[in-house]
């Protein structure tokens, strides 16, 4: 006979709070084989495990029923209680009180009560038919993947390579580097981007550790934690990389023009050329999108192969693929700038002096188009005055509702730099709704933005019009001195926040990661982790996980690389006993279960029986994630999730319809 | 205990402001945080004065009882920018036609103008009245001239189907 205890934890208020906690362990008590039913303010704490634990010890208790939280949140944290006791883990049932009956229905507290008791009577029902299962323990391969080079793949690479450990960093852009490779300056310190960033880039390339894929794309990957196979797309650069030693001749005689990415498309260059003044690596490449030879045909042009000494010219060159094992994968693909052109009433792409702050930030680099002179694009002339817009694009909930998080703070350092570069006389505005000023040396910054004469409007401008002579004007009601002010400018920049990744949708859907409401990827908890994504040995590093300033990406990055370092530093894990089984005896042989099977974990094999070819389902313990997927898809029912088979599922089926029945089917 | 306005000693009435509120369907539309994007562009503001982040604020905090009453409900032109442009999706022109209703309902005063378009509307079915206009010839002309059919004045079943639907719209 078994002995099953029942807990019921308070959570706080959470549960009890709308829950009748005492009338649910009173209720447990009259349910058949149940031994102990008691009740608790957070059974999750050291004095709630103790007393699951006398149970077991005391009153050989051989069947646990939680009634708490999600089993996502302490299912873990309550199977290592069971098992100190000395019962097997997997005997334990969870049933969520908090997540599904309490905040679900916080209204309505008489109906929770009787839903927990209906769950409670189920989590009991199927209880009794749990097995005992043993965790299975598979190697770790001891490498890791880095997707994207921005300062957050940078960061995780060499933490990871530095600990001693083969990383493969793969980024899409011929160079690595990033967004923070485009800035001019960083706040709150104005140190030079590129001076703080371009060592770290060497760092990379020459590190013996680290492989770097550039102008690479991640196509598949496959396996699960600990073993992962990536393959990776290597496009052509036509361009033999051992060869080109980066003197940009073949950029000097390539008669076509391209715009250029990295200046945000305020420049133009050359159809091969080298991807920015500080590219790692330093090595050309070519558009093949406008390059005659490779848009038309083998006859035309080849002037960059004439002109090539070191005869690294290939237009042969065809796209590699690369196939790497690793145990974990650092996601770091970084975000986008907001395009201000779907904000149609701020004129950008319509007035010239209507710039990003991105475009600003070129405009302002030395290697930028005007060589660091701030100049209005429409005229080539030093601008009078200069307007700064925030929350372009963000705190909006016709585009993006979140807050950018660098908007203000981008602003102020680009008002600083106007204001450094320009001076004289220049006068500068900036409109804002609040000024978010809030990391560490921050709101000291805002001030030196003040003393240096910078003026704030409180409220945001409708409209912007641009008269006759291409200067811009539009009204703005500042609530400070409660007056409608005209502002007239010959340069606005406007404060274009951080949008999700358009990339995000391929990678989320490549590694299982999922993605929240705002389109950036998903943490596995906001609070307690955040550097984890839901799928195990999968991380999060950067902007890709939501809008993030330079010292928090590094900080984000260097923790991921910590996280995977713990995942890798001790050369096994153990796996979840969760898996699907064959029953081969049922098994048809008719393959759906491997055509559904997102793992890959299903094979078939082939056995002679009785002169006859017989095809099996085969499950490859390692892989199988337990998902279920098979399990509900199979026609015979040969295939079984441990602990969630036909028999246990229908019982807790019998067990929620009990009462109803008893009650005349209310 | 609570808010008070000092300078009038008024205090929030929060009653007339969930009537406000159920009539704009929630607080959704007067969910505001202030970036006066609606009164930056306001075609009234230039005019008359009329701040909508000031009425949105007002009617927010529960300081209702003076709107109804007061002129500058009545000055929004109903161009519908910042309906447009506010990126909390909240709406100053729906709390703006709630407060006229209310207004209406209190039998507080309106202005001329919209008791007259209501009366036009009664009589001709046209909001406007007909105007005889002068080409770039500097010639005066009508419709009968320019040969446009006589317009009609409405049927009498109109006149109450208009006043069914305006009764509708108030209540």
Redesign the interface.
């Known amino acids: 006979m078994t002995r099953i205890g029942v807990y019921v934890c308070h959570c706080g208020l959470n549960i009890a709070g709308v829950v009748d906690v005492e009338k649910v362990a009173e209720y447990a008590k009259t349910l058949p084989d149940i031994v102990v039913s008691e009740h608790y303010t957070y059974m999750c704490s050291e004095p709630g495990q103790r007393m699951i634990q006398e149970g077991i010890r005391n009153k050989k208790l051989d069947r646990i029923v939680i009634a708490t939280c999600s089993p996502r949140m302490h299912e873990e944290t309550f199977r290592r209680a069971v098992a100190e006791a000395g019962l097997n883990p997997y005997l334990t049932e969870i049933v969520n009180l908090r997540e599904q009956v309490s905040w679900a229905h916080t209204h309505e507290p008489e109906k929770a009560t009787e839903k927990a008791k209906a769950l409670v009577r189920m989590g009991v029902a199927r209880s009794r038919l749990l097995e005992p299962l043993e965790k299975r323990r598979v190697s770790v391969e001891k490498s890791v993947l880095v997707v994207g080079g921005g300062i957050a793949g940078i960061q995780a690479s060499l933490d990871l390579a530095n600990a001693g450990f083969p990383v493969y960093l793969v980024e899409k852009a011929p160079s690595i580097g990033g967004r923070m490779a485009q800035l001019d300056k960083t706040f709150p310190t104005l140190d030079c981007s590129a001076c703080i960033l371009t060592p770290k880039m060497v760092d990379v390339a020459k590190h013996p550790n680290i492989t770097m894929l550039t102008n690479a794309e991640v196509t598949d990957v496959k396996g699960f934690v600990g073993n992962y196979e990536a393959t990776i797309l290597k496009k052509p650069r036509f361009v033999d990389e051992k060869r080109c030693v980066g003197c940009e001749l073949c950029a000097q005689v390539c008669p076509v023009k391209v715009p250029d990415r990295f200046n945000e498309n305020l420049t133009q260059k050359r159809a091969i050329s080298i991807y920015s003044t500080h590219a790692v690596p330093n090595i050309a490449i070519i558009n093949p999108g406008y390059c005659l030879r490779l848009k038309y045909n083998k006859g035309v042009c080849g002037k960059c192969q004439e002109a090539c000494e070191a005869k690294a010219i290939n237009f042969e060159q065809q796209p590699e693929t690369v196939q790497v094992k690793v145990g974990g994968v650092v996601l770091a693909v970084g975000s986008e700038v907001f395009n201000a052109l779907q904000m149609t009433?701020l004129g950008y792409g319509r007035f010239k002096n209507v710039i990003s702050n991105i475009e600003f930030e070129r405009i302002s680099d030395a290697s930028g188009p005007t060589g660091g002179k701030i100049l209005s694009p429409k005229n080539g002339k030093t601008p009078k005055t200069v307007v700064f817009i925030q929350?372009v694009g963000s705190?909006?909930?016709?585009f993006h509702e979140y807050c950018c998080r660098v908007g203000c703070m981008v602003t102020l350092k680009q008002a600083i730099l106007a204001r450094e570069k320009i001076h004289e006389n220049v006068k500068i505005y900036v409109c804002y709704?609040?000024m978010r000023a809030f990391g560490k040396g921050y709101d000291e910054f805002y001030r030196r933005a003040r003393d240096m004469d910078i003026d704030f409007v409180?409220?945001?401008?409708?409209?912007i019009h641009e008269s006759p002579d291409g200067s811009l004007y539009?009204?703005?009601?500042?609530?400070g001195t409660n007056k409608?002010l005209q502002i007239r400018t010959d340069l606005v920049v406007l404060g274009t926040g951080l949008v999700p990744n358009e990339d995000l949708a391929d990678i989320s859907a490549l590694l299982h990661a999922s993605r929240s409401a705002d389109g950036f990827l998903l943490e596995a908890h906001p609070k307690l982790k955040p550097l984890e994504s839901a799928v195990a040995g999968v991380f999060l590093a950067g902007a890709c996980q939501g809008p993030k300033d330079i010292p928090d990406t590094v900080a984000q990055a260097s923790g991921a690389a910590a996280k995977a370092l713990d995942l890798l530093s001790h050369g096994e894990i153990e796996l979840e006993p969760l898996k699907a089984i064959v029953d081969e005896d049922l098994c048809s042989g008719c393959k759906i279960c491997t055509s559904i099977c997102p793992f890959l974990a299903i094979e078939m094999k082939t056995d002679i029986i009785e002169g006859k070819e017989r095809a099996r389902a085969e499950v490859i313990e390692a892989v199988c994630q337990g998902c279920g997927l098979c399990s509900s898809a199979c026609p015979t029912g040969a295939i079984k999730i441990q602990q969630y088979n036909n028999k246990q599922v229908m019982t807790q089926v019998e067990a929620a319809l009990a009462e109803t029945c008893a009650e005349g089917g209310k | 205990m609570g808010l008070s306005d000092l300078m009038s000693m008024a205090k929030p009435n929060i009653e007339a402001r969930d009537k406000i509120l159920a009539r704009i369907g929630g607080k959704e539309l007067v969910n505001c945080f202030q970036c006066i994007k609606c009164t930056s562009g306001c075609t009234a503001l230039k005019l008359l004065e009329l701040k909508p982040h000031e009425i949105i604020k007002l009617v927010n905090l529960g300081f209702v009882d003076e709107l109804p009453s007061s002129d500058i409900i009545w000055t929004c032109v109903t161009c519908l920018k910042c309906v447009q442009r506010c990126p909390q999706k909240a709406s100053p022109y729906h709390v703006i036609i709630a407060l006229r209703n209310l207004a209406v309902e209190k039998e507080a005063k309106v202005p001329e103008g919209y008791l007259k378009a209501v009366s036009q509307i009664l009589e001709t079915g046209q909001v406007d009245t007909y105007q005889k206009i002068v080409t770039r010839k500097m010639e005066t002309v009508d419709r009968e001239c320019l040969k446009l059919p006589k317009i009609c004045p409405p049927k009498e079943s109109f006149q109450v189907v208009f006043m069914k639907a305006m009764e509708e719209k108030t209540t």
């Open positions: 009433e929350c705190r909006d909930k016709r709704i609040d409180a409220g945001l401008p409708s409209e539009f009204d703005v009601y500042d609530t409608l």
